[in-house]
């Protein structure tokens, strides 16, 4: 079997995006524990960092990948839900660590976001073309819910 291009590899995670059902899901489930461990190597700055390079290696992998197959948005695309979930994650785990709560917390509510798609998430999916559109309504899902995160864990009391 032929090794497939580098933008599809990152396009599709490492391969998760071909998983089904709902790939999207199955993205952002492989996008924590490489954020998981990022963070504990380097804290939030380092993940912070890999949130920049995961948005511009996916903007030219699904720039790429729409280019090669002439499908936009292909479910099999999940670098943006890798980016969406990380966004998520980042609050989560700079204020509770390594806590499960929080980390599932920060999945479902991403995934609610990225499925449902409120505003401004179904506005940017609708209206910003190419692989800019792809990875900024994923990411818009992840600052919601980031911000959901933040304004929880302060209401929770543990800030």
């Keep these: 079997m032929p090794v497939p291009p580098l933008h599809t590899v990152i396009a599709t995670f490492f391969g998760a995006g071909r998983i089904k059902p709902a790939p999207g899901t199955w993205g952002s489930l492989a996008a924590i524990l490489p954020a998981l461990s990022i963070f504990?190597?380097?804290?939030?700055?380092?993940?912070?960092?890999?949130?920049?390079?995961?948005?511009f290696a996916g903007y030219w992998a699904a720039d790429r990948y729409e280019k090669t197959t002439g499908l936009h948005d292909d479910k099999?695309?999940?670098?943006?839900?890798?980016?969406?979930?990380?966004?998520?994650?980042?609050?989560?785990?700079?204020?509770?660590?390594?806590?499960?709560?929080?980390?599932?917390?920060?999945?479902?509510?991403?995934?609610?976001?990225?499925?449902?798609?409120?505003?401004?998430?179904?506005?940017?999916?609708?209206?910003?073309?190419?692989?800019?559109?792809?990875?900024?309504?994923d990411m818009a899902a992840g600052l919601i819910s980031a911000l959901l995160i933040m304004g929880l864990y302060i209401y929770a009391g543990s800030g």
């Design 40 to 55: 504990l190597l380097g804290g939030e700055r380092a993940l912070l960092l890999a949130i920049l390079a995961v948005a």
């Design 76 to 137: 099999a695309v999940v670098i943006d839900e890798v980016a969406g979930q990380w966004i998520a994650l980042l609050p989560a785990l700079s204020f509770a660590g390594l806590n499960p709560l929080w980390i599932f917390c920060a999945f479902a509510l991403f995934r609610f976001f990225d499925i449902v798609k409120p505003w401004p998430v179904g506005a940017i999916d609708r209206h910003v073309k190419g692989a800019a559109g792809v990875m900024l309504d």
